[in-house]
């Protein structure tokens, strides 16, 4: 029975410098059940790298930027000095890591190789402070076990070949030592190097919990939890203690990005738990999310989604006919795009994808839009802004009044009920966002 197991993940903030990464290796210290760590890149170096993945800069300015992303693990590796195997490891990568970004011209494989190299670096580095810490644990190269497509930018894992390779690889390692591995990349058929898309570390510490049949997952991050609405904006935000997989999913997807919305499809294929902590404040709670068939009706939170592209799709031989939806999906989908919101009338579609910044592949293809054009009139619009409400049996009797009401002065551009108890969606101008926000949060969710 592996179900007393954890996986533990941590964020970028978390692993950010020396001080961050040793709270962590305190939280691990303080549980023993941890037996996997995924870390994300040190906080900033994911950005270096989509950055040197464009190749837009002369070749003196990304040796800039490899100077950057040496600098920031160096300062941490000035504090624990490297075993002889961590050291001969972190410098072979990052003399890959170097060749690479010396080259003109990268493929979209070596994108990916290229954008792995945060997560690579990071995991040396935990491991010695893990061994600091007087923690047993060795490094494992997650490659040969997260097993994906070569749908490079944003992979899809394969699930039955990566239960099989952990637990083959990796579970046999558990009982010697904590496993510190990397969160976000993966490996192909050919054992080329993929990534899961921007964000993806949650996902993958889910999907290694599937595979090891670990009873839970903890995220840490730098909040302590998922909270009713960004408490940034609104001060009285508040941490939600639990949700459900369903509820959760809706805020991952719709939300302010404390979890990668992935995440919670493998933890619900198995009723694995997840718990979303700080790692600064690791007693301060945090919020559990688990399998719950008695979710409390009502509204949870208010979330917002920046940088939207609105597609809005006109075909006056869409009027009666048939086909014309599932012509614009194949497109689409045959460009790997995810759609979030779809309305339609007679003879037009509008829907909406997420243009999220420092993206590792651009969400909307010039190729994409041309196929479109061939049989639709196709407007583009930007700088636009997705709410949504998310609780369960969200029922717009609730709402509906008071939402109106209190978004009168505001230019609504679509709206999305229904198809889920658990969401209302819908877009403003993101000019307008912050204060949509903060209206919602006042009127629907402080009031006692
Ligand atoms: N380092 C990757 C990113 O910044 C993956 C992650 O941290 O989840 O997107
Ligand atoms: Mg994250």
Same mark, same amino acid.
């Given at each position: &029975?592996?179900?007393?197991?954890?996986?533990?993940?941590?964020?970028?903030?978390?692993?950010?410098?020396?001080?961050?990464?040793?709270? /962590?290796?305190?939280?691990?210290?303080?549980?023993?059940?941890?037996?996997?760590?995924?870390?994300?890149?040190?906080?900033?170096?994911?950005?270096?790298?989509?950055?040197?993945?464009?190749?837009?800069?002369?070749?003196?300015?990304?040796?800039?930027?490899?100077?950057?992303?040496?600098?920031?693990?160096?300062?941490?590796?000035?504090?624990?000095?490297? *075993?002889?195997?961590?050291?001969?490891?972190?410098?072979? !990568?990052?003399?890959?890591?170097?060749?690479?970004?010396?080259?003109?011209?990268?493929?979209?494989?070596?994108? *990916?190789?290229?954008?792995?190299?945060?997560?690579?670096?990071?995991?040396? @580095?935990?491991?010695?402070?893990?061994?600091? !810490?007087?923690?047993?644990?060795?490094?494992?190269?997650?490659?040969?076990? #997260?097993? !994906?497509?070569?749908?490079?930018?944003?992979?899809?894992?394969?699930?039955?070949?990566?239960?099989?390779?952990?637990?083959? =690889? @990796?579970?046999?390692?558990?009982?010697?030592?904590?496993?510190?591995?990397?969160?976000?990349?993966?490996?192909?058929?050919?054992?080329?190097?993929?990534?899961?898309?921007?964000?993806?570390?949650?996902?993958?510490?889910?999907?290694?919990?599937?595979?090891?049949?670990?009873?839970?997952?903890?995220?840490?991050?730098?909040? %302590?939890?998922?909270?009713?609405? *960004?408490?940034?904006? /609104?001060? &009285?935000? +508040?941490?939600?203690?639990?949700?459900?997989?369903?509820?959760?999913?809706?805020?991952?997807?719709?939300?302010?990005?404390? @979890?990668?919305?992935?995440?919670?499809?493998?933890?619900?294929?198995?009723?694995?738990? %997840?718990?979303?902590?700080?790692?600064?404040?690791?007693?301060?709670?945090?919020?559990?999310?688990?399998?719950?068939?008695?979710?409390?009706?009502?509204?949870?939170?208010?979330?917002?989604?920046?940088?939207?592209?609105?597609?809005?799709?006109?075909?006056?031989?869409?009027?009666?006919?048939?086909?014309?939806?599932?012509?614009?999906?194949?497109?689409?989908?045959?460009?790997?795009?995810?759609?979030?919101?779809?309305?339609?009338?007679?003879?037009?579609?509008?829907?909406? #994808?997420?243009?999220?910044?420092?993206?590792?592949?651009?969400?909307?293809?010039?190729? /994409?839009?041309?196929?479109?054009?061939?049989?639709?009139?196709? !407007?583009?619009?930007?700088?636009?802004?997705?709410?949504?409400?998310?609780?369960?049996?969200?029922? #717009? +009797?609730?709402?509906?009044?008071?939402? &109106?009401?209190?978004?009168?002065?505001?230019?609504?551009?679509?709206?999305?009920?229904?198809?889920?108890?658990?969401?209302?969606?819908?877009?403003?101008?993101?000019?307008?966002?912050?204060?949509?926000?903060?209206?919602? =949060?006042?009127?629907? #969710?402080?009031?006692?």
């Amino acid at each position: &029975m592996n179900s007393q197991y954890v996986v533990a993940k941590f964020g970028g903030t978390s692993v950010a410098d020396f001080e961050a990464m040793s709270r /962590c290796a305190q939280i691990i210290k303080d549980n023993q059940n941890v037996k996997v760590v995924v870390v994300s890149a040190c906080a900033g170096v994911t950005n270096h790298l989509v950055t040197l993945t464009k190749q837009k800069d002369a070749l003196e300015e990304r040796l800039e930027i490899v100077a950057a992303v040496a600098d920031i693990q160096q300062k941490i590796i000035d504090e624990i000095a490297l *075993d002889v195997d961590l050291a001969q490891g972190y410098e072979q !990568t990052f003399s890959e890591f170097k060749q690479l970004a010396e080259l003109p011209a990268l493929n979209k494989q070596q994108c *990916d190789e290229m954008l792995s190299f945060g997560e690579r670096f990071s995991s040396y @580095l935990f491991t010695q402070i893990l061994r600091n !810490t007087g923690i047993k644990s060795e490094r494992f190269d997650v490659r040969k076990v #997260l097993k !994906t497509d070569n749908q490079f930018g944003k992979a899809t894992p394969d699930v039955a070949a990566t239960r099989e390779a952990a637990q083959h =690889h @990796l579970l046999p390692l558990l009982e010697s030592a904590v496993q510190v591995t990397q969160g976000f990349i993966g490996s192909d058929q050919y054992n080329q190097t993929t990534t899961l898309g921007r964000g993806g570390s949650d996902y993958s510490a889910a999907l290694l919990a599937e595979a090891i049949e670990a009873g839970s997952v903890h995220i840490w991050t730098d909040v %302590v939890g998922i909270f009713s609405t *960004d408490p940034r904006l /609104c001060q &009285m935000a +508040k941490p939600i203690p639990r949700l459900s997989f369903d509820e959760a999913a809706e805020m991952a997807t719709f939300g302010a990005k404390v @979890l990668h919305p992935a995440t919670i499809l493998p933890a619900s294929r198995r009723g694995i738990s %997840v718990f979303v902590g700080s790692s600064r404040d690791p007693l301060a709670g945090g919020t559990w999310i688990e399998r719950d068939k008695s979710a409390v009706p009502g509204i949870r939170a208010v979330t917002q989604r920046k940088n939207q592209i609105l597609l809005t799709l006109k075909s006056p031989e869409m009027l009666l006919a048939s086909g014309f939806l599932a012509r614009i999906f194949t497109i689409l989908s045959n460009y790997n795009i995810s759609v979030d919101l779809v309305t339609t009338s007679e003879i037009s579609v509008a829907l909406t #994808l997420d243009n999220a910044l420092n993206a590792s592949r651009p969400e909307l293809d010039q190729d /994409c839009l041309d196929e479109l054009n061939e049989f639709c009139h196709v !407007t583009v619009e930007n700088n636009l802004t997705l709410v949504a409400l998310i609780g369960s049996e969200i029922q #717009l +009797k609730q709402c509906e009044l008071n939402l &109106m009401q209190t978004l009168s002065d505001f230019d609504i551009r679509l709206i999305c009920h229904g198809a889920s108890k658990h969401n209302l969606c819908f877009l403003v101008d993101q000019a307008d966002s912050d204060t949509v926000v903060q209206t919602i =949060h006042q009127k629907l #969710l402080e009031v006692a």
